[in-house]
């Protein structure tokens, strides 16, 4: 597998965008890119079918259209304020599974940061081998490699690093201007809510050694734009998107962009200040505290109330005897 490198097709693109005041004429593509008019065509014809609107007149030559611009890896590139994640992307219009192609990059020695990011996926996967419905056009499915200089025991915090991070971007989406303003809730370890139904999951791997961590893969599935009728049968009922809660659609790239600018800052902000800031932030996004909740386990189910997470990001589970019951792994259910 190879990383995008930047096409004819993209400096075209920037060169329309820079131009799109006014139609820019073949001729002038020509003298630019030192090609002929009919190959400059060929690459617009290209262009179009990459999912950007051109318009084309042979006296005036070409105008990009700057409204309703594709998901491509030139637009999440454009404009994206982070210093290192996401700033080397590898996308794919379909894939099997972006953490599967992460994992792949990572192993040959991916920096930091690295991403994947696919429009549609054939088999995406949740935590224990879940399937995750992966559609084309309407959510996001991303991968980033990370490298943190932490003890492998540590690792299952970055999934709650994560967790702030999508939390805190569908927040800032989630407004549909009548003044209702559904909020995300975080369900441990590993999933985001919207009223009670799943709408993002973090599926975190890592690869390592006794004490040292090669490297890990964290990887988001957001519910952006699918409507209800795109979910199987059953899922509607516990499964939502931003569009179906907000009431309106989402620009795919501003998601993915300021998903990316969370996700630095609050990894950053959990290797420079510990876990504990991210534990509170977790904390604030966390609505079954004080509610009966069962977690499946391994051979048992375990009941009790939910009490928050403690300082390892282990789940606290009050017991009807009164004990606390620490949770390091299992599925919570209401």
């Known amino acids: 597998m190879k990383v995008n490198k930047i096409s004819i097709e993209e400096e075209i693109i920037r060169l329309l965008k820079k131009e799109s005041h006014s139609f820019l004429s073949g001729q002038a593509l020509s003298k630019t890119f030192g090609l002929s008019r009919t190959a400059i065509w060929k690459y617009i014809n290209s262009i179009k079918e990459m999912g950007y609107s051109i318009a084309a007149s042979p006296a005036k030559g070409y105008r990009l259209n700057l409204q309703n611009l594709p998901f491509t890896v030139l637009e999440i590139s454009s404009n994206l304020k982070t210093a290192f994640i996401g700033k080397n992307i590898s996308f794919y219009k379909e894939i099997d599974s972006t953490n599967e192609a992460a994992r792949e990059f990572a192993s040959k020695g991916a920096a930091e940061g690295f991403a994947v990011v ?4 054939k088999k995406g996967k949740g935590r224990l081998g879940r399937r995750w419905e992966s559609p084309a056009g309407v959510n996001i499915y991303t991968s980033i490699v ?3 200089n932490i003890m492998p025991v540590f690792a299952p915090q970055l999934t709650l690093v994560a967790a702030v991070a999508v939390a805190e971007t569908i927040a800032r989406f989630l407004n549909n201007g009548s003044g209702y303003k559904p909020e995300p809730a975080v369900k441990w370890p590993n999933d985001i809510l919207i009223n009670s139904k799943k709408v993002a999951g973090i599926l975190t791997e890592m690869n390592s050694e006794m004490d ?3 490297f890990v893969v964290i990887g988001v599935g957001v519910n952006v734009n699918m409507t209800k009728e795109m ?6 009922f516990i499964a939502t998107s931003l569009k179906q809660e907000g009431g309106k659609e989402i620009s795919r790239t501003a998601f993915i962009q300021l ?3 969370n996700m630095e800052k609050w990894y950053a902000q959990y290797l420079k200040g510990g876990f504990e800031p991210v534990r509170k932030a977790w904390t604030s996004f966390f609505h079954m505290a004080g509610k009966t909740v069962k977690v499946q386990q391994t051979g048992k189910i375990m009941q009790g109330i939910a009490v928050g997470i403690d300082n390892d990001g282990a789940l606290l589970l009050r017991e009807k005897s009164g004990n606390i019951a620490r949770i390091l ?3 919570v259910e209401m």
């Open 259 to 261: 998903l990316y600018l």
């Open 146 to 148: 990370l490298r943190p």
């Open 212 to 214: 040292r961590i090669n």
């Open 231 to 236: 979910f199987s049968e059953g899922l509607e």
């Open 118 to 121: 696919a429009d549609f996926q």
């Open 329 to 331: 792994s299992g599925d």
